[in-house]
């Protein structure tokens, strides 16, 4: 794999490839690379790295008209094709990003940047032009209707011939990978699903498996489905646009490129033995060790608040727990629809706002979990070991 | 040469093939689409705006085709292996050790990954156009499911190399089934099936156990992954396309502004 890569890259990238084979162990960097590598290696810390990429998602969507200009992509790719020629001659690194399962997390990462760049540019122009009382770009377009043969069979056609070369390409000078065969006795570390699934399997350090494994896909696909059902706003039909569904847009934007693409990034690249966090230049030990000091919430009030030991019934040790939870599913959305999105409720209705609403406090359990189990390491609202039920 | 091009085309054999002249007229070109069993997906005229790159981006075209392409090279390799515990981690060695250039089992693996990648990029570029909106929630629908088809044909396909990767990544996969509500042994309330100390639901009768066809992903598993990936799943996905191109053209074609 490494002289098959090395000889389809350019100068860097070649000379990079060939040594590392396994990677590992501590480099000798120069002062200016170390402190790179160790800004790149704090940087990526889970903690840091949701809170800065939820901080970017917000200014990339706040100033937008900068954001969608062609040099501003450009920069950003020039920029990150640097880092890579830069981070290639780093054995740790190397040794991750060169598997060739996981070239097609690179062209993830890639596309979904630039079309989230092309959706925003068209979505600034469009709005601009609405302002302007102008048609849309696809409005404009939309007007002339050509005929299938040849305008789009063609155009079809093309495509086909240039993404099977591109694919005969890669197949030759990539080969597929095969490990040793089975064995149901040795475990390798880390376990990984597969990639797609990688983001539900970081889920795993906040929840327990039947929310992160059952609960939550089964929420993403209901959730999914119940999309065109919810959302009432009639604008934004067949073309893009930010301004006419800035709340739409916003929530898949987060939903998708940080709870999603993001944390099958972070789950490939970032994530070792033991499931520890490892920062981009940082060596895969075994032994890494990291505290397990998480507390259940029953533990915080019945022993640290209230001075007791916990009680011996479980209902009861977890009765804060049970209510809080209770609370933030089915008192939460009457309140809220009763004050602050009385709105919403007359816009949607009732059935439609309830569902939307299970549905969004679901997926804001997911931040609200992490964010309390970074600042006061808790583990669950409710634990109830006995009966596999761990909120 | 024209000379021979007429003969060609006038020929009874052309003829029966082609009831239409060169697609250069309009009248051809209309009679190219409709008389053509494939192209008539499509219909005669689209908007200009539908065809755009710039907007469409080609994933759901990219999708259909890299399907055909799995389809294709999955039949191939269909014929160089054996799924039992014993044969399939040495048939799929041998494709490598014994074929110059094989790139089967590549174009299957890279287009099977390619393909969960199309296929978000698809949605990413539906949902912020807003063509899932009146009149074509329903095909949204269809998509989501197929969507999840995408993901399981691709996990049902990881596992038939029977290499470590394969077996570790289906274990951690369906590890979680273990934990289902009511349905796993590890999940809430499955103790609550449990009447006069016996358990209903326990590690030998789970929905994991369903799935894996055992305790452990072994032989059973192998082989009720690779009938799922090669017969069931595409056969259901197939089916779905069908009528998810089908409401595309019902559905006012491709989106575009009302």
């Known amino acids: 794999m490494h002289s098959l890569l090395a000889s389809m890259l350019p100068g860097p990238f070649a000379a990079a490839c060939l040594p590392a084979g396994g990677g590992g162990g501590p480099v000798d960097d120069g002062p200016v690379a170390a402190a790179i590598k160790h800004a790149a290696n704090w940087l990526t810390e889970p903690t840091r790295y949701s809170v800065a990429s939820i901080l970017a998602l917000i200014a990339v969507l706040y100033f937008r008209r900068f954001f969608s200009k062609v040099w501003v992509v450009t920069v950003f790719f020039a920029l990150s094709t640097a880092f890579f020629v830069f981070a290639f001659q780093d054995p740790n690194f190397n040794a991750i990003i060169t598997k060739p399962d996981n070239v097609p997390i690179i062209i993830l990462f890639a596309t979904v940047v630039f079309f989230s760049w092309l959706s925003l540019r068209r979505a600034v122009i469009n709005d601009e032009r609405t302002k302007r009382g102008e048609p849309t770009l696809e409005g404009e377009l939309a007007k002339q209707k050509v005929f299938t043969w040849p305008d789009l069979v063609y155009s079809e056609l093309i495509c086909l011939v240039l993404f099977t070369a591109a694919m005969l390409v890669w197949s030759i000078l990539i080969t597929a990978p095969i490990e040793e065969p089975a064995a149901t006795a040795r475990t390798p570390n880390p376990s990984k699903a597969p990639w797609y699934f990688l983001g539900l399997q970081e889920l795993l350090v906040y929840f327990d498996p039947w929310i992160a494994g059952v609960l939550l896909p089964s929420f993403i696909i209901v959730g999914l489905c119940a999309i065109p059902y919810i959302d009432t706003n009639p604008k934004g039909n067949g073309y893009y646009t930010f301004d006419e569904r800035p709340f739409a847009i916003s929530f898949f934007w987060v939903g998708f490129l940080l709870f999603w693409v993001s944390f099958v990034i972070l789950g490939t690249f970032l994530r070792g033995p033991n499931w520890s966090f490892f920062g981009p230049f940082e060596y895969w030990d075994l032994h890494k060790l990291e505290p397990m000091v998480n507390v259940d919430l029953s533990t915080w009030v019945w022993v640290d608040i209230l001075g007791k030991p916990r009680p011996d019934n479980p209902f009861v040790r977890e009765a804060p727990g049970i209510v809080l939870v209770i609370g933030y599913f089915l008192v939460l959305p009457p309140l809220l629809g009763k004050t602050v999105m009385r709105k919403m409720v007359a816009d949607m209705g009732m059935i439609r706002f309830n569902v939307f609403m299970h549905l969004f406090l679901w997926f804001v359990l997911i931040p609200i979990k992490m964010g309390l189990r970074w600042t006061v390491n808790l583990k669950y609202f409710i634990g109830m070991p006995e009966y596999f039920f761990n909120v | ?258």
């Open chain 2, 1 to 258: 040469m024209q000379k021979l091009l007429k003969y060609v085309r006038e020929s009874q054999i052309w003829k029966s093939v082609f009831r239409h002249g060169y697609p250069d007229t309009p009248r051809n070109r209309t009679l190219a689409v409709l008389s053509n069993v494939f192209l008539h997906l499509h219909p005669v005229k689209v908007r200009r705006s539908g065809i755009r790159l710039s907007y469409t981006w080609c994933m759901g075209g990219l999708t259909f085709f890299l399907f055909l392409i799995l389809t294709l090279t999955g039949l191939l390799l269909m014929f160089y292996y054996r799924p039992t515990a014993d044969r399939a981690y040495e048939d799929i060695f041998a494709l490598r050790e014994h074929v110059p250039i094989g790139v089967m089992r590549e174009m299957h693996r890279w287009g099977a990954h390619l393909m969960v990648i199309s296929v978000w990029l698809h949605m990413y570029r539906v949902f912020l156009t807003g063509s899932y909106k009146p009149p074509r929630e329903f095909n949204w629908n269809v998509g989501v499911i197929l969507l999840v088809l995408t993901l399981l044909l691709s996990f049902t396909g990881y596992l038939l190399p029977w290499d470590q990767l394969a077996v570790w990544a289906i274990t951690v996969g369906t590890n979680m089934a273990r934990a289902t509500p009511l349905l796993g042994h590890e999940g809430p309330l499955a103790s609550a099936l449990s009447f006069g100390g016996i358990d209903f639901i326990h590690a030998g009768d789970d929905v994991r156990f369903g799935l894996l066809a055992g305790r452990f992903v072994g032989e059973g598993a192998l082989l009720r992954f690779y009938v799922l990936h090669c017969v069931g799943f595409p056969l259901i996905a197939a089916t779905l396309m069908a009528v998810h191109f089908w409401r595309v053209r019902k559905d006012g074609g491709i989106s575009g502004p009302l």
